[in-house]
């Protein structure tokens, strides 16, 4: 079993920049993919970033260049650095692990980009 709590949300203008964090308790063994998603309003939950256990990423063409996830070493953090803000990356983000083959998820942050 694995708990996150994301943190770090909140109101930005546009153009803005945030970090979310998503810190991970309980055993990590058996993690090999971490990520983070978001549903924005009306819309399905999506994916946002990936990072697997070779510390290779992948990104929704909407963020690429503009959002880095990154861990720390013991990998019981994880970031989403959100730099170069826009109305539509307004969403609840959601932290993600896939352990042994089933996924945990937190409770989500929310994210308003607005001027």
């Known amino acids: 079993q694995v708990q996150l709590v994301e943190s770090g949300g909140g109101l930005v203008q546009p153009g803005g920049s945030l970090r979310l964090s998503c810190v991970v308790s309980?055993?990590?063994?058996?993690?090999?993919?971490m990520g983070w998603y978001r549903q924005r309003p009306g819309k399905q939950r999506e994916p946002v970033t990936i990072?697997?256990?070779?510390?290779?990423?992948t990104y929704a063409d909407s963020v690429k260049g503009r959002f880095t996830i990154s861990r720390d070493g013991a990998k019981k953090t994880m970031y989403l650095q959100m730099n170069s803000l826009k109305p539509e990356d307004t969403a609840v983000y959601y932290c993600?692990?896939?352990?042994?083959?089933?996924?945990?998820w937190g409770k989500g942050t929310s994210v308003t980009v607005s001027s």
């Open positions: 309980g055993s990590i063994l058996g993690i090999n993919v």
């Open positions: 993600n692990v896939l352990k042994f083959g089933r996924d945990y």
């Open positions: 990072i697997n256990s070779r510390d290779e990423t």
